[in-house]
């Protein structure tokens, strides 16, 4: 099962911009689909963004469309989340997983209970 180490959350303004990583413990990061997926507190789990490993094809829910991109590079095992346009509804702590099925306009984690330490992103307004 690939690790993955999430980083680059912070406090921002409302308005403002983050850019998580996500960097796998393998290389075998290439073979898969990778999603963004977050939780804040007292709420469920809610995918956010995914890309694919073939063509890279992105996905994300509609809530986040317009605003943040997903991106991956390979040959540094990383799967960014550029993150534009925050609000506060964005607060959450974000986390990236391997085990993820993509469509569009849905993300969905298949074992959010199998994740890393994630990030944690706090929007202020």
């Known amino acids: 099962q690939l690790q993955f180490a999430e980083s680059g959350g912070g406090l921002v303004q409302q308005g403002g911009s983050l850019r998580l990583s996500c960097v796998a413990s393998e290389s075998r990061m290439t073979k898969f689909a990778v999603g963004w997926f977050r939780q804040a507190p007292g709420k469920e789990h809610e995918g956010v963004a995914c890309?694919?490993?073939?063509?890279?094809?992105?996905y994300y829910v509609d809530s986040v469309k317009g605003r943040f991109t997903i991106s991956r590079d390979d040959a540094k095992n990383t799967v960014y989340l550029q993150m534009n346009a925050l609000s506060p509804e964005d607060t959450a702590i974000y986390y990236c997983?391997?085990?993820?099925?993509?469509?569009?306009?849905?993300?969905?984690?298949?074992?959010?209970?199998?994740r890393g330490q994630g990030t944690q992103v706090t929007v202020s307004s």
């Open positions: 890309i694919g490993a073939s063509d890279g094809t992105t």
């Open positions: 997983t391997a085990d993820v099925g993509c469509s569009d306009g849905t993300v969905i984690p298949t074992r959010p209970n199998h």
